[in-house]
Each structure stands twice: as C-alpha cells, then as structure tokens.
C-alpha cells in the first residue's frame, strides 16, 4: 500500500526530475559532495598575496574526512575543475574499482562531471585522499586531504592532532603557485616548494601543557620533499607507520624520515616547561627550523606516564609464506646524471636523451611510464617479493596500491607495515606482502613529477 506520505515524495520527484542531472539524485541516501575546485587561501604570512590553490571543499589541505574503522564511506566527486580529475584514497585496502586511478581503474572525471567513491573502511589509521589525475600538478596545487579512520578503541591520549605537513613553490611577488614546466622537476629530486605548510599554514602554532600526552597524526602530502623531522621538548613513540599499527611502540629516532605520501603516528609527552615551548623540527640542509611551535601552558597532570599500549592491529594482516613467494625484481633506472642506456617508450626504443625531449627520464624494467603488462600476476592470497633496485642518483618513494607490504631486512626479518618505501640512490630493497586484493594495483614513485615521467608499473591479483 501507498502510504500518503510516498505518494506526494513520489510526486515531487517525478515533477522535479526533469529539471536534475539524473546521476547526481539517484535512489538512496544521497553521499556527501566533496567539491574539487578553485579557491584562494592564505598560504604565505600575513602580507602577502593570497594564493590560488584547487581544492577540496574550498580549502588546502581539503575537507578532513573522518569514520570509524567499519564504516562504509561514501563521499561524491564532482570536478569544478578545468581539467579531468580522480580521487584517490591512499593506503586504504579498498575495491579496485574504487581506487581512482586514470586509464586503470576507472575514466578520469571531466570537468562538470561527478563520481561516486563507495567503499568500507576495514583498518584504522591515518590516511589520505587526492587527485590521481595528473596530480604533479594538481596535488601540488592542493588537491589532497586528511582522511582519518578511528580505532573502536581509541588509545589513552589528552587530545590529537592531525598535522598534514606540505610545501608549496609560490611566486613571492604573487604568492601564486609556480609553473609546471620546469624539466628540473621531473629529472631531478622531483618538485620541491620554496614554502612549508603545516595544515595549510605557514609557521603553525598550537597550544599545549606541560606532561600532556599527545597522539600525532603526521601526514606527509608533499610532491617530493622528503621530511627530516625531530623534536624539542616533546618525547614518545612511534605506533604506526601508514596508518599500521606497531606491534610494539617504538622510541621516537633522533630523526624521523618522512617520504612524501608516508605518514606517521606518534605518541608524545610535552616535556618542556610550563611557559616555555616545544617543537616539531625540519632539517633543511643544514638548518634546524620551526616546522610546529608548541606554546607550553599550564600543567596536564604531575608526572610522565608510562610508555603507551600498541594500537589495535588492524586485520588479516600478516605476511606469512615467504619462501614460497612468487618473486619479481624492479629495476629503477634513468634521471639527471646518469639516465639509461635504452627503454621502451610509447612501443618503441629509444634512448635517453630522445625520452627527455619529451621530458621522460625514468624506467623501471627498461620500459618508460605504464608497461601493457603487468610487472606481475599474483593468484588471490599468494604471498609476493619483489626486489627494488635504485640504479639512480635520486631518492625514490614507492607505493603500491590496494595493499600494505613489509620490507624482507638483510637479516632475513620483516619491517613494520607500509604502503610507501623511502628508497636511497643506489639502494636495493626487497618487500614482501599478500596479493589479498584482486584487481590491478599501480606501484610507482610518489615524487609526483618522477611518477609522470616513467616511474609508473602496475601489478595484477587475480580473482
Ligand atoms: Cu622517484
């Protein structure tokens, strides 16, 4: 039976529908909108011009998304942009078709257009969203955001806070964001700013107490700056690293290394004084600066308290089966300084200073940007190595899709779980993980400009 109610909501619809994008309002409850578009923000200090950015909800970083672990997310793109765009939600263990990637898992979104992303939340931890469309450009100029999933059972902390570190190359005159034609960028370390943001700000300030126990969500959302970061007059732990827990927290490094897309959570205790100051700091070179000013106010609590419990691990997480691993190499070659011999590129050979003519200048397994086949073809549930060989002079941070992996150390143990790896000229790693996740799942360097001028392969879990 009709009840009166349906009836007259069935008529408005009907009456209204030819006036709507039909897609935009279909049945069910409607996902939130998160806007790509084009907004002014102040970046640079007071004084300065504000600056243009593309954003998500209008600011840099975008909207925060957050939700419990299990929830299912829904959250509508609609591209206000001039330019096709993607989202991509990095380090969530998600459904292929969901993971935005151009050309692989879905169609770029053209301007004016709208899609929905819709997936569950299976692990906690700290993550993050942004465009996988031509996103050297379009992640530097802003189009990424914080994307918190919290434990059931949150860890003993006073407060949190989320902290997306960044830089941006800003014209000082303007204060607009500088061009992307600059062939440095993509032979070289990849593109760095001249200006470090913490959550959009320069020189971020917060408040804090003496013996307040703080859990720090440090996201680096960087095109290629590498953080060095200590601190002065905080101490703790790190509990996860890519929004996986540590099995057992450990002591904070003299210096914490940050590739861009990794992120790190600590647990600190503000041990400077009442009335004095604590901070986040940046190794530049040789410089040690103020990336975060702690105001120290007032008193928390008497005393220090113990070392903190682990996280919650998140589930199905172990990496078990390594001698019987289907195994692969990846081999990085190419950049400024020492380029290759040859590669494929667009089907054929060529060698390096024909790629950089149109500013390719990297391979991995001699081919230039994404191969036609996969580097390799898991079964569903297999375990794989890969071993990755940096034969460049350049750091590279790598990333895989869809799935977290663990570094196979030199004494034959396993590192703590990740979705980037920071690797070092002249390095040789190896990861191992669980092709748990069918589909076909990207791995490239996240020094933006290197992805998008040949650090760019794929693998294949099958179903
Ligand atoms: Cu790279």
Redesign the pocket.
């Known amino acids: 039976m009709f009840t009166r109610r349906t009836l007259l909501a069935g008529a408005a619809a009907a009456a209204a529908a030819p006036l709507l994008p039909g897609r935009l309002f279909a049945a069910g409850p409607e996902a939130k909108i998160l806007e790509a578009a084009a907004a002014r923000v102040q970046i640079a200090p007071e004084g300065y011009p504000q600056t243009e950015i593309w954003g998500y909800g209008g600011a840099v970083p975008g909207t925060e998304i957050r939700a419990r672990q299990g929830d299912r997310l829904r959250r509508r793109l609609v591209n206000s942009l001039e330019q096709p765009t993607t989202l991509h939600w990095h380090g969530i263990r998600i459904d292929n078709a969901m993971d935005g990637v151009p050309g692989v898992t879905q169609e770029a979104v053209p301007p004016g257009g709208d899609f929905l992303y819709e997936f569950d939340l299976r692990d906690a931890g700290t993550y993050w969203y942004h465009s996988h469309n031509q996103s050297y450009e379009q992640v530097a100029r802003g189009l990424q955001g914080a994307l918190i999933v919290e434990e059931t059972d949150a860890p003993d902390v006073d407060r949190e806070e989320v902290l997306v570190l960044d830089d941006f190359r800003l014209d000082p005159e303007t204060g607009q964001i500088a061009g992307f034609d600059n062939m440095h960028d993509f032979s070289h370390g990849?593109r760095l700013g001249n200006i470090a943001v913490t959550n959009g700000v320069f020189n971020k300030t917060l408040s804090v107490k003496q013996n307040e126990r703080l859990r720090l969500r440090l996201l680096n959302t960087a095109n290629a700056r590498i953080f060095q970061l200590q601190l002065q007059g905080l101490e703790g732990w790190v509990v996860a690293f890519d929004g996986m827990p540590l099995e057992v927290p450990q002591p904070l490094p003299e210096t914490l290394l940050l590739a861009p897309a990794q992120r790190a959570d600590i647990i600190v205790d503000v041990t400077a004084e009442d009335g004095g100051e604590a901070h986040l700091i940046r190794l530049d070179r040789e410089e040690a600066l103020s990336q975060i000013l702690f105001e120290v106010k007032g008193r928390a609590s008497e005393s220090r308290r113990p070392a903190p419990a682990p996280l919650p691990p998140n589930p199905d997480m172990e990496v078990a089966g390594l001698d019987d691993a289907l195994r692969s190499t990846l081999h990085m070659e190419g950049g400024a300084m020492r380029g290759f011999q040859s590669a494929m590129m667009d089907g054929r050979k060529v060698g390096f200073r024909e790629a950089a003519q149109s500013m390719n200048f990297?391979a991995m397994n001699g081919m230039v940007g994404m191969p036609d086949e996969p580097l390799l073809v898991a079964e569903r549930g297999q375990t794989v190595r890969v071993v990755i060989k940096n034969d460049t002079m350049?750091?590279?941070?790598m990333h895989l899709h869809g799935h977290h992996f663990r570094e196979v150390l030199e004494d034959g143990t396993l590192g703590p779980l990740r979705d980037t790896l920071l690797m070092f000229g002249d390095e040789t790693r190896e990861i191992a993980f669980v092709a748990h996740n069918p589909g076909d799942w990207v791995f490239h360097?996240?020094?933006l400009t290197?992805?998008a001028s040949g650090?760019m392969t794929r693998i294949k879990v099958l179903a």
């Not at 350049?394 to 941070?397: A, D, K, N, R, V």
């Open positions: 990849g990297w350049f750091p590279h941070g360097c996240h020094m290197h992805a650090m």
